[in-house]
């Protein structure tokens, strides 16, 4: 848990200004009179003009709240399930012919299983839905950070955002994006056992733990996959978490009147796909590419660093 938090803070610090770029570029609705959206140079520069360099850090503070928790939960779940479900203890390891190797401090990993390929699945979607369920309110207000227009007024910190967003609309805007955020653990299960399996490929022939640039190029290939193949649940994710439903206007106060109807995961991909193409599922991926490769690198690289650290200091070699 330690190693997972710690890779997650240091990961969000170093590309929060990639992340407000890609989550405004998401959040960029179609408008009649528009000619065209704003690019990432274009939304770069109209960052710095009205909000100078701390705008390019909005949303720091859930960004971290949430990271930490998130990594944290992710990493503990994720290696508790593969320890529980594959690891032998070692009186009966002797009789375990299929041994496969990890880039740990130990230097091997025995599974009993033949096919290890769907442990690491089971461990990435449950470890992406346990953390996902936990932290998405922390998202919600992130996403708000980053997206907030200038005409309104801005929120102080964290606090008063969950606040401001809490007697607005209530408690399920603090839930709201969840379902998509539920289908991206795809992406986690893309990830995590292509991380795995390129460690393994990396590690043939070799005796001593994996180099720095060994685990760099592997996180960053598995990402960069990942993020590819499951970019559109994020964009209608961010959609769905900046649509402001008033309780005024949603008939939870108690009125009837001014309802309008709900948005969804169908109802939304098919309102981007109806008023601006199926590009704009696509929109901020460029930006994301390049946010992924740092950010993975790095998280993954301090989580494999520090695990490696703190397996030393409780005697393990």
Not at 5 to 17: D, N, Q, R
Not at 127 to 135: E, K, R
Not at 239 to 248: F, G
């Amino acid at each position: 848990m330690i190693a997972g938090a710690g890779g997650g803070l240091v990961a969000s610090v170093a590309t929060c200004p990639l992340d407000v770029i890609k989550t405004k570029l998401q959040a960029q609705r179609f408008r009649q009179g528009h000619e065209s959206y704003e690019g990432v140079v274009g939304t770069f520069k109209t960052i710095l003009k009205h909000d100078g360099i701390r705008g390019l850090y909005r949303g720091l503070g859930p960004t971290i709240l949430g990271y930490l928790p998130t990594w944290a939960i992710y990493f503990a779940v994720y290696d508790g399930i593969k320890r529980h479900f594959g690891e032998k203890p070692l009186s009966e390891v002797e009789g375990v012919r299929h041994v496969y190797p990890a880039a740990q401090a130990k230097g091997y990993q025995p599974l009993a299983r033949e096919h290890p390929w769907t442990l690491h699945i089971l461990s990435a979607m449950t470890a992406g839905a346990t953390s996902t369920l936990c932290t998405n309110p922390l998202w919600v207000i992130k996403t708000r950070f980053m997206t907030q227009p200038r005409e309104e007024v801005r929120y102080k910190h964290t606090l008063d955002a969950a606040l401001t967003i809490y007697r607005a609309e209530g408690w399920s805007a603090f839930f709201r994006g969840l379902l998509p955020s539920l289908l991206g653990i795809t992406h986690v299960a893309v990830q995590f056992p292509l991380y795995e399996r390129l460690k393994q490929i990396a590690a043939r022939d070799r005796t001593e733990p994996l180099s720095p640039q060994q685990i760099l190029g592997c996180s960053a290939v598995a990402k960069m996959t990942a993020s590819i193949v499951t970019y559109p649940h994020e964009v209608v994710r961010t959609r769905l978490q900046t649509e402001k439903r008033p309780l005024s206007m949603s008939g939870l106060d108690g009125s009837d009147s001014g309802r309008r109807p709900r948005g969804g995961i169908i109802r939304t991909t098919k309102q981007i796909i109806k008023y601006e193409g199926w590009r704009a599922l696509y929109r901020g991926l460029s930006v994301n590419l390049v946010r992924t490769v740092p950010n993975s690198a790095v998280t993954m690289l301090t989580y494999e660093m520090l695990v490696r650290y703190l397996n030393q200091r409780a005697g393990f070699t």
